[in-house]
């Protein structure tokens, strides 16, 4: 089932500041310009949506269906989350009257749970140590005990998920780039972003390149998973026939490449600095590339991490 342009609208008309979540701009990100002078890169400037990131997009139109089929049916919204969904969540769900319970792991930055307790959504905080994929069980574990107070959108599972970005970030980039691109590059956390734009960008031109950025297992990248863990659950949404490229990168790659946009003027977090490296790393290959990516979230997300000492 695809959510219906009409519930959008109702929703938009009901609360007009969902209507700020989409179109974003794509900017020219010249920062690699000295080392690749023929190279394009242009990202989307995801930290512009209301929550702030890239993940308002999916958590309304997973919403809008939830509210288009009857399914809530007096129960709490629950979700598993590294963090901007759960902003996502937490916001939506309130100009919608809609209560939220988010379970995070503790290694959340503060930013993002004061973030979510601000929107009044319930927070339960997971062991750091055990990652995104023990909130994932968690999260499955309540749904089961307790199947009359929750109900379990399952955004690694959730089919809105990506096609929120096939009908929304993928249409945006193609009309602002003309078609014009030969890569695009994205991490995968849920695999919505990826998967969506990816299914829309074959189709579109089957010779685009789409390019996964891989984190390393430990520390790893906030909202990336580590998919290489031998123990590391896949989103059930992630397509891996999409992908034509895998490339590593670390968390000391991703940090210098946000404080080389940073010194730029641009502040963005961590998956942005990990996809400008391996935009990078792309160039060295292709260096005539033509690459889209996505900047997700802002950099004020990550004032209590290490990222900024």
Known sequence: MTTKTDILSELIHRV????????????????????????????????????????????????????????????????????????????????LGIPVTLVVPGNASKERQRRIKAHGAELILTDPI???????????????????????????????????????????????????????????????????????????????????AMPDDFPGIEGLKPLRAPDAIRPRIFDEALVDQVVDVTIDEAADHCHLLARNGIFVGQSSGANLAVAAKVAERSPNAKIVTIFADTGERYYSTSLWD
């Not at 080392?35 to 400037?45: E, N, T």
């Not at 949506?49 to 993940?55: A, H």
């Not at 969506?196 to 031109?205: P, W």
């Open 130 to 212: 055990l990652g995104y994929d023990e909130a994932m069980r968690q999260a499955h574990e309540l749904a089961d005990l307790y199947p009359d107070k929750y109900l379990l959108v399952d955004q690694y599972a959730n089919e809105a998920n990506w096609q929120a970005h096939y009908h929304g970030t993928a249409e945006e980039l193609l009309r602002q780039t003309g078609g014009e691109l030969t890569h695009f590059i994205a991490g995968v956390g849920t695999g919505g972003t990826l998967t969506g734009i990816a299914k829309r960008l074959k189709e579109y031109d089957p010779n685009i390149t789409i390019v996964q």
């Open 16 to 95: 007009p500041a969902l209507g700020l979540i989409g179109n974003t701009p794509l900017l020219e990100v010249n920062v690699l310009e000295p080392r690749f002078p023929a190279l394009s890169i242009k990202a989307k400037a995801e930290w512009v949506n209301p929550g702030g990131s890239i993940k308002d997009r999916a958590v309304f139109r997973m919403l809008a269906r939830v509210l288009e089929e009857g399914a809530l049916q007096g129960r709490r919204i629950l979700d598993s989350t590294s963090g901007n969904s759960g902003i996502a969540y937490a916001m939506i769900g309130a100009a």
